[in-house]
């Protein structure tokens, strides 16, 4: 089976920059993807990493290591509107649906 | 381009009613996914589906619930008999393929009295 361990609360600083970690289990892997969740909202794709290193999409990027299992988001020039759950996800095989980790609240303040 | 659409939005039942929820997936999208959230929770995969086959429904409760995806029409998934337990965030994803990003709809969320 799959599992994902993301802290979960952050709060920082507008302005300033947050890295939320993601460490997971699987059987197999495949790729490693964020998703943000404002209250009340769907989720929505952020950025996906299949190969280790750093994926960069303007103020987020995504980092990787598969030796570690282990992945991160940052977010750069935090605004209030990044505000939101992160969650990240993984699939287990080229088959297999995405398994969702339990998300990180990030409360962005002034 | 629509993007992936639910309806409805909010649906209240009864204890003991029948809940429908339909999804239409992006154009061009064979790949249908639900969850299920509940409150300040992650969200929890239930049912996979491409075109009129089940492919993964590892996580779908295996009494009262149960999915479709016909040739023609939405994607529907069917709550039976419904308990307060049901009363969530019911997401569909859909995908062009098993490997590319998924894109959500807006959710139903389920309210059960």
């Known amino acids: 089976g799959q599992s994902l361990e993301q802290p979960s609360e952050v709060t920082a600083v507008e302005g300033a920059i947050v890295q939320i970690n993601c460490t997971y289990q699987?059987?197999?892997?495949?790729?490693l993807s964020w998703y943000q969740q404002h209250d009340g909202g769907a989720p929505t794709f952020l950025s996906y990493?299949?190969?280790?290193g750093l994926e960069e999409t303007g103020r987020f990027s995504s980092f990787l290591s598969r030796s570690d299992s282990y992945g991160y988001l940052l977010l750069q020039e935090l605004q209030m509107k990044d505000s939101a759950s992160y969650f990240c996800?993984?699939?287990?095989?080229?088959?297999?649906?995405?398994?969702f980790g339990k998300g990180t609240r990030l409360s962005v303040i002034a | 381009n629509a993007g992936v659409m639910q309806n409805p939005r909010h649906l209240v039942r009864r204890r003991g009613q029948e809940a429908r929820l339909r999804c239409s997936p992006m154009?061009?999208?064979?790949?249908v996914y639900w969850y299920r959230q509940l409150p300040e929770e992650g969200l929890k995969f239930m049912v996979y589906?491409?075109?009129?086959?089940?492919?993964?429904e590892s996580g779908m409760p295996k009494e009262r619930f149960s999915a479709e995806f016909p040739k023609e029409g939405p994607s529907i998934l069917r709550i039976q008999q419904v308990v307060r337990g049901d009363s969530a965030a019911y997401f569909c994803?859909?995908?062009?393929?098993?490997?590319?990003?998924?894109?959500f709809g807006p959710g139903t969320r389920l309210t059960v009295t």
């Open positions: 990493n299949a190969l280790d």
């Open positions: 589906l491409q075109k009129e086959n089940i492919i993964d």
């Open positions: 699987t059987s197999g892997f495949y790729g």
């Open positions: 994803a859909s995908s062009p393929s098993i490997q590319d990003e998924q894109y």
């Open positions: 154009k061009g999208h064979s790949h």
């Open positions: 996800a993984v699939s287990g095989s080229g088959n297999t649906p995405l398994v």
